[in-house]
């Protein structure tokens, strides 16, 4: 099994990376993807929140109200420890059973958007860095998010550089070009990542 970090600023493409890097047949594990799930409704850790926080924090449809959580968590340092306390072993263990129900010889990709700036690099075999220069992230976040510059700048600014994130880059994707690019990139990748696991 390999295990592979991929990371990238906001706005980089790491989103399509870590899709096209699924269809050539990696298992993909989403951290942000599972911290969404372990708090759906019906869920332990959205009962866990609610006892926590109260239920302020339900949508009417029941579900999680997450722009309020943030708004408290955000706000208030010991908040956000009692958040991540009853979130993140339940994300460590969902992310536990991914990886022991993957093929012996799988490459399996870790979507981590904090890697860099978290320190995780040692804990992966590969780290990939989808990288974009700082003016196309920006064009992307405002163009296609429908940020404002303001607030995706603020965005940026709270993540670690590209000179921090391509530090602690085994691989790099240059994703400044077209889809067609990217995808000759990722293949390329997907090539040399499945020859290390090969017996």
Do not use: C
């Amino acid at each position: 099994m390999l295990k592979v970090g991929l990371t990238g600023g906001i706005g980089s493409g790491k989103s399509e990376v870590s899709a096209l890097l699924d269809g050539h047949g990696a298992v993909v594990i989403d951290a942000d993807k599972i911290a969404r799930e372990v708090v759906e409704p019906g869920t332990p850790g959205l009962a866990a929140v609610v006892a926590e926080f109260g239920e302020d924090v339900l949508l009417p449809s029941g579900g999680l109200d997450r722009e309020k959580v943030g708004r408290i968590v955000f706000a208030d340092p010991e908040r956000l420890a009692a958040l991540n306390a009853i979130v993140h072993p339940l994300v460590g263990e969902r992310m536990q059973e991914l990886m022991d129900a993957a093929p012996a010889d799988a490459v399996v990709v870790y979507d981590v958007p904090l890697l860099a700036e978290n320190g995780l690099a040692p804990m992966y075999d590969e780290v990939v860095v989808v990288d974009a220069p700082e003016e196309t992230q920006l064009d992307r976040l405002t163009s296609r998010r429908g940020m404002t510059e303001e607030d995706a700048r603020a965005r940026m600014a709270a993540q670690a550089s590209r000179a921090d994130r391509r530090a602690v880059a085994t691989h790099i994707i240059d994703n400044s070009g077209t889809l067609d690019d990217l995808k000759a990139q990722v293949d390329a990748l997907w090539k040399t990542l499945t020859h290390r696991t090969a017996p």
